[in-house]
């Protein structure tokens, strides 16, 4: 390792005073199945609600993480025990919002979950109800997502989600002291998630999952202005005859061959 050098401020001070803030953020619910929408809707939550209100009341969120779980291997090495990842874990997500005068909030999170365990033929009212579960098909939603950006709306980060649904509601705190907005704290479970942007249109741009096609526009570019990056295996022409095949970045530099000649 090479011995500090001397640096002056003006060489780091770009990258610790461009730090990005947690009070820009947008988050939006995925299309939830039928059944759970329309008992939703018989409930006063609209699916206009659920796909803008509730994200724009959501107070604070927190952006996933996820871990390995392992297994030890000894063995292979006198005296060595090696770890190997085998299943990929992900935490749950805390939602904070807050509560409208309509409560509808709260009816949208309380009746999300009454959705799940209400798949006994019972009626609710009677002393001998039960509760049985639905199939995870009809209450789990995916494309939920979560963007992080900044201030000035060059920069962002998004998080989709798959397979999500609420796994529990915190207790709400009531009280006759001076007056407060009323918040509600959920808990989410999924199954996983993607980090990145992830439209068909963002698939095809090459700009999905974080990927930086910057590298690759002057490859894709002619007299007419640049192109859009095709998916993966892909070919794009060009009026000199030559095809132009995208590689993803961390690979090698786009193939240029002869459209008259096979690659080499």
């Given at each position: 390792?090479?011995?500090?050098?001397?640096?002056?401020?003006?060489?780091?001070?770009?990258?610790?005073?461009?730090?990005?803030?947690?009070?820009?953020?947008?988050?939006?619910?995925?299309?939830?199945?039928?059944?759970?929408?329309?008992?939703?809707?018989?409930?006063?939550?609209?699916?206009?609600?659920?796909?803008?209100?509730?994200?724009?009341?959501?107070?604070?969120?927190?952006?996933?993480?996820?871990?390995?779980?392992?297994?030890?291997?000894?063995?292979?090495?006198?005296?060595?025990?090696?770890?190997?990842?085998?299943?990929?874990?992900?935490?749950?997500?805390?939602?904070?919002?807050?509560?409208?005068?309509?409560?509808?909030?709260?009816?949208?999170?309380?009746h999300?979950?009454?959705?799940?365990?209400s798949?006994?033929?019972?009626?609710?009212?009677?002393?001998g109800?039960?509760?049985?579960?639905?199939?995870?098909?009809?209450?789990?939603?995916n494309?939920?997502?979560i963007?992080?950006?900044?201030?000035?709306?060059?920069?962002?980060?998004?998080?989709?989600?798959?397979?999500?649904?609420?796994l529990?509601?915190?207790?709400?705190?009531?009280?006759?002291?001076?007056?407060?907005?009323?918040?509600?704290?959920?808990?989410?479970?999924?199954?996983?998630?993607?980090?990145?942007?992830?439209?068909?249109?963002?698939?095809?741009?090459?700009?999905?999952?974080?990927?930086?096609?910057?590298q690759f526009?002057?490859?894709?570019?002619?007299n007419?202005?640049?192109?859009?990056?095709?998916?993966?295996?892909?070919?794009?022409?060009?009026?000199?005859?030559?095809?132009?095949?995208?590689?993803?970045?961390?690979?090698?530099?786009?193939?240029?061959?002869?459209?008259?000649?096979?690659?080499?």
């Amino acid at each position: 390792m090479p011995a500090p050098i001397r640096r002056k401020i003006s060489h780091f001070k770009p990258l610790i005073t461009d730090l990005a803030q947690t009070s820009h953020y947008q988050l939006s619910f995925g299309f939830l199945p039928l059944g759970l929408r329309n008992h939703l809707l018989a409930r006063g939550i609209e699916s206009r609600f659920v796909g803008e209100g509730v994200g724009l009341l959501c107070n604070s969120a927190s952006l996933p993480g996820s871990s390995f779980g392992t297994t030890d291997i000894s063995g292979n090495y006198i005296g060595v025990v090696e770890k190997f990842a085998h299943t990929r874990l992900f935490t749950q997500i805390d939602l904070e919002f807050y509560v409208d005068n309509q409560y509808r909030t709260l009816k949208f999170l309380e009746h999300w979950m009454e959705f799940i365990s209400s798949g006994s033929t019972a009626s609710p009212y009677d002393k001998g109800y039960f509760f049985r579960m639905k199939y995870p098909e009809e209450y789990k939603t995916n494309q939920t997502k979560i963007v992080k950006f900044e201030k000035d709306y060059r920069r962002s980060l998004e998080y989709t989600f798959y397979g999500l649904f609420p796994l529990s509601l915190n207790s709400t705190t009531i009280s006759y002291n001076s007056s407060e907005i009323l918040k509600a704290t959920a808990s989410f479970s999924y199954e996983r998630y993607v980090c990145g942007r992830t439209l068909s249109a963002d698939i095809y741009a090459g700009v999905d999952n974080n990927r930086d096609s910057t590298q690759f526009l002057n490859a894709f570019t002619n007299n007419s202005g640049p192109r859009l990056i095709p998916r993966t295996g892909q070919s794009l022409g060009n009026e000199s005859g030559v095809r132009l095949t995208y590689t993803p970045p961390g690979s090698v530099i786009p193939q240029v061959v002869n459209a008259n000649r096979p690659p080499s």
